[in-house]
T-cell receptor, first 111, second 116 residues
Framework: GQSLEQPSEVTAVEGAIVQINCTYQTSGFYGLSWYQQHDGGAPTFLSYNALDGLEETGRFSSFLSRSDSYGYLLLQELQMKDSASYFCATYSGAGSYQLTFGKGTKLSVIP | DSGVTQTPKHLITATGQRVTLRCSPRSGDLSVYWYQQSLDQGLQFLIQYYNGEERAKGNILERFSAQQFPDLHSELNLSSLELGDSALYFC???????????????FGEGSWLTVV
């Protein structure tokens, strides 16, 4: 089976930096993804790490450590529009084609 | 706009009834996934189809069934509905099976189902 743990809520100030952590347990591992979902909206893909290290996409970066079964999403220069839920997700492969999501972290950006 | 189309956007129905949710994947995508999202719950994987064949099954109730048609659109059938089935049901698609295309899947806007 697979399980992903992430904090349920995070609050940060506009303009600041926030890190959302994700730890996972899987029977196999094919990389860690991050998705953003605004209230009532569709989840949208943010980033994907297949290998250890940092991936940067504009204000968002994602990090993966396979040896620690750990990853994080880093959001810089926070804007009010970044208030949303953020999900980490992983696909175990090994005959399973199931993309499993964590329960999500609700980020509130305050002025 | 992800290119994934779901209908209906909103649906209200009574307990015991049956509904069908429809999904058209992005052009060229062969895989379709169905997820359920309830209040305070994450995205619960229900089922996946690839080019018409069932490939993975998650926590899908026996009252629920799905299929993918030759034109690659998919339908999720929910029967004997209960109050607890009220949720947002998402369809997602990807070009191929997971692994080959990383972990990127593209979600539709969802179908809000309210069972009263």
């Amino acid at each position: 089976g697979q399980s992903l743990e992430q904090p349920s809520e995070v609050t940060a100030v506009e303009g600041a930096i926030v890190q959302i952590n994700c730890t996972y347990q899987t029977s196999g591992f094919y990389g860690l993804s991050w998705y953003q979902q605004h209230d009532g909206g569709a989840p949208t893909f943010l980033s994907y790490n297949a290998l250890d290290g940092l991936e940067e996409t504009g204000r968002f970066s994602s990090f993966l450590s396979r040896s620690d079964s750990y990853g994080y999403l880093l959001l810089q220069e926070l804007q009010m529009k970044d208030s949303a839920s953020y999900f980490c997700a992983t696909y175990s492969g090994a005959g399973s084609y199931q993309l499993t999501f964590g329960k999500g972290t609700k980020l509130s950006v305050i002025p | 706009d992800s290119g994934v189309t779901q209908t209906p956007k909103h649906l209200i129905t009574a307990t015991g009834q049956r509904v069908t949710l429809r999904c058209s994947p992005r052009s060229g995508d062969l895989s379709v996934y169905w997820y359920q999202q309830s209040l305070d719950q994450g995205l619960q994987f229900l089922i996946q189809y690839y080019n018409g064949e069932e490939r993975a099954k998650g926590n899908i109730l026996e009252r629920f069934s799905a299929q993918q048609f030759p034109d690659l659109h998919s339908e999720l059938n929910l029967s004997s509905l209960e109050l607890g089935d009220s949720a947002l049901y998402f369809c997602a698609s990807s070009p191929s099976e997971l692994g080959a295309s990383g972990n990127t899947i593209y979600f539709g806007e969802g179908s809000w189902l309210t069972v009263v």
